[in-house]
């Protein structure tokens, strides 16, 4: 087993690190999952705040699950920076899109389909957004992410709220939430601070960790510091705070870590020292 697989002590790390937007490492019974990578400087019209993560953090990879086809979320020259080997696990219908790209070790999930790496089980859920790949690639129906092993985390992708929401686990650990986007603005099929907050009262997880917030954003924006930057997951963490008081909410800067302690849907987590 590979030293990203083992600590110091010899055991597996059980870790979830916060890349920027919408790419999380999670880290769980020696597997080793990344989300919609997102791993340069910039895409399209877009720069990256996370140029500090050494790559190093990505090898060893057991495999990389794709929500939805957005080119924020699939990237190719990211996507190609760890491998064509890697196995991607992908909603259905762009196993073909995926290969055309050179890519061979593919699974292809519908909501509720699930699949196994060693100890833990990955399983896509329901999620509410738009699947077309623009301006001209294909639809897939988009999908989040149920991974269980000795805790339970859900990486939402990007939804809003939908009424299964309450049927996804009964004892979650962890919910990765989408509180914003890369602007001023969001569209339809995404969640608001407030509500991935409401979210959270159908989730029921122990902890709340938001995403898809202060990686990405226009080229030469980020100079002038905007509020959509920094202000989505304090206001995430109020609304939380007035809902669902029960859940203990942590904001992850770009790059951070946050180690989970909670065994065998314990729902018991604490931030990494």
Do not use: C
């Not at 597996?12 to 997102?38: F, K, N, S």
């Not at 990237?75 to 890519?103: M, N, Y």
């Not at 070790?105 to 623009?134: F, I, K, S």
Request: charged share 15%; glycine share 10%; aromatic share 6%.
């Amino acid at each position: 087993m590979s030293k990203h697989k083992r600590n110091e002590n010899g055991r597996a790390p059980q870790h979830i690190t916060y890349v920027g937007h919408a790419t999380v490492l999670i880290e769980m019974g020696g597997v080793r999952l990344l989300t919609d990578p997102i791993l340069r400087g910039h895409v399209a019209h877009l720069s990256h705040r996370a140029r500090h993560i050494s790559p190093d953090h990505f090898q060893d990879l057991d495999a990389v699950l794709i929500s939805h086809l957005h080119w924020d979320h699939v990237d190719w020259p990211s996507l190609r920076r760890l491998g064509r080997q890697t196995r991607l696990i992908v909603p259905h219908g762009s196993a073909a899109f995926f290969a055309r790209g050179g890519f061979k070790n593919l699974e292809e999930l519908r909501a509720g389909e699930e699949t196994q790496l060693g100890g833990v089980t990955v399983q896509a859920t329901q999620a509410v957004h738009d699947g077309r790949r623009y301006p001209r690639g294909p639809f897939a129906q988009p999908v989040g992410y149920l991974v269980n092993g000795s805790q339970s985390v859900y990486f939402a992708g990007d939804t809003d709220i939908f009424p299964g929401m309450a049927h996804l686990s009964e004892n979650l650990d962890v919910a990765l939430l989408p509180v914003w986007g890369w602007g001023p603005t969001l569209g339809a099929g995404h969640l608001t601070p407030d509500r991935a907050a409401l979210a959270l009262t159908l989730l029921r997880p122990q902890v709340a960790i938001p995403i898809h917030w202060g990686a990405l954003h226009p080229i030469g924006m980020g100079l002038l510091h905007p509020a959509f930057l920094t202000q989505p997951p304090v206001a995430f963490a109020r609304h939380a705070a007035e809902l669902a008081p029960q859940v203990d909410t942590h904001i992850l800067s770009v790059g951070d870590t946050f180690a989970l302690a909670g065994v065998n849907g314990a729902n018991s987590a604490a931030p990494a020292g």
